[in-house]
């Protein structure tokens, strides 16, 4: 099943030089099961590319398709349900809210969504998964920043996303840590989770099952050995 669909998608942004473009002519689609990387230097528009399909930020020109719905024609109140019942975004930067704690953190797209229940079982379900069981009280000024990434990687998952948005999940992160993380999408996937994820540790690329490079804007397609190397 497809679920994103971008069709040539072009980001301009306006400088005082001119206008700049960070993602250019992009045309890919992520099908159910997909666990795509996307690899490619410092500032070549990968989130950019990942804020859009997000639906936070608006292509110049060009279309982006969630199961065939148009994000550009998306009402507020779409988009809103849209965001918190199918797609799950990890955010590059840091994005927790500072005055809940960890628990209430993951939490919170439970209570966006109306879901039965009070979600703190699942929350702490997810916690341990990134590995922060013990963690569920504290406050983001009180965890590491690769402990922080680990509870937006845990909200994220919180609502059973068809489609994961990962910016950079594993910065920050040690390399055992990032193991278990990289085991935890592999699983997830497995479970009906597309993954779409922007990294720069290689080593994340052998679990997933496309990788692409993004250049200066423009998005091409690798071969993965079947080792999953480049
Ligand atoms: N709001 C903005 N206004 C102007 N230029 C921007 C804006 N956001 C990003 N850019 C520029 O667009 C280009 C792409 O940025 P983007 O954040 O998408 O890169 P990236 O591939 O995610 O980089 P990194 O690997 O460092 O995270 C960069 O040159 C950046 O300076
Ligand atoms: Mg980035």
Known sequence: MMLLQCEHVTRKYQKSAGSFTAVR???????SGDFISIIGKSGSGKSTLLNMAAGLLRPTSGKILFEG???????ARAMAHLRNSRLGYIPQGLSLLA???????????HFL????????SRAQEL?????????ENSYPAELSGGEVKRVAIARALMNEPLLLLADEPTGDI?????????????????DGTAILMATHDLDNVGYGNRLFQMSSGSLTEEKLSEKGRL
């Open 25 to 31: 002519q992009v045309d890919f689609c992520v099908h």
């Open 127 to 135: 916690l341990e998964q990134v590995g922060l069981r013990g963690k």
């Open 99 to 109: 005055n809940l704690n960890a628990l209430d953190n993951v939490r919170l797209p």
């Open 174 to 190: 040690d390399v055992e840590t990032t193991q278990g993380i990289m085991d935890l999408f592999s699983t997830i996937c497995r």
């Open 113 to 120: 969504q109306k879901h039965e229940g009070n979600g703190v």
């Open 69 to 75: 719905n148009d994000l550009a024609a998306m009402d």
